[in-house]
């Protein structure tokens, strides 16, 4: 099993351009997540989603979009990027939320800048 | 509003002790999880406390107490490899993650 994975690892992008971030996992977890990980905060939920085809906002979610047209992929679109989205982005999958004893795991991260 | 709050940064020597504290005020609370993130990478799963008391994991034990909204994590023996952040995260009354900045923890010879 590879768990979560995310594509691209690293991107670079210029200020308006925009672009996908793709989280995959084989777990059959129900739920999935897109955190944001900046220097000095703590962790913050941008989307989340409980289930094919259902997404809700997080923390922050304004600037992103997100899809979940497969249960094992969670897409999160940036339309058009400002530098203020320079981050590292995780996406994380747990089987459920509702059981607290639930465990998140989360993918490597895709770490963005925005010139 | 919600918060968690926990040192920035802490230095240790290879096999002694630390305590990692936590203070968490959040909407509801469902318990409290310890994550370690080596730099660069992601963050992995350490212990889940929601009951009072210590809960001990091999070389880790990780405390909770609901009324005074507080949480350590002890790390014995201390290995090289420990090096990393230490997250703190309570889980809130929607089921939500509210997460520290985390504690960098330096492992010195």
């Known amino acids: 099993n590879a768990g979560v994975t995310q594509t691209p690892k690293f991107r670079v992008l210029k200020t308006g351009q925009s672009m996908t971030l793709l989280c995959a996992q084989d777990?059959?977890?129900?739920?999935m997540y897109w955190y944001r990980q900046d220097p000095g905060m703590g962790l913050r939920l941008i989307h989340y989603s409980v289930g094919e085809g259902t997404t809700a906002k997080g923390e922050v979610p304004d600037g992103y979009n997100v899809s979940r047209l497969k249960k094992q992929n969670f897409l999160l679109g940036l339309e058009s990027a400002a530098p203020s989205q320079t981050s590292v982005y995780f996406c994380?999958?747990?089987?459920?939320?509702?059981?607290?004893?639930?465990?998140?795991?989360f993918g490597p991260g895709t770490r963005l800048t925005v010139l | 509003g919600q918060n968690i709050d926990q040192p920035t940064e802490m230095t240790a020597t290879e096999g002694a002790i630390v305590q990692i504290n936590c203070t968490y005020q959040t909407s509801g609370f469902n318990g409290l999880f310890w994550y370690q993130q080596h730099a660069g990478e992601a963050p992995t799963f350490l212990s889940y406390n929601v009951l009072d008391g210590l809960e001990e994991k091999g070389r880790f034990s990780s405390f909770l107490s609901r009324s005074k909204g507080y949480s350590y994590l002890l790390l014995k023996e201390l290995q090289m490899k420990d090096s990393a952040s230490y997250l703190c995260a309570s889980l809130d009354s929607n089921y939500q993650l509210i997460w520290g900045a985390g504690t960098k923890l330096i492992i010195k010879p």
């Open positions: 777990m059959n977890h129900e739920y």
């Open positions: 994380a999958s747990s089987p459920t939320s509702g059981r607290a004893t639930d465990t998140q795991y």
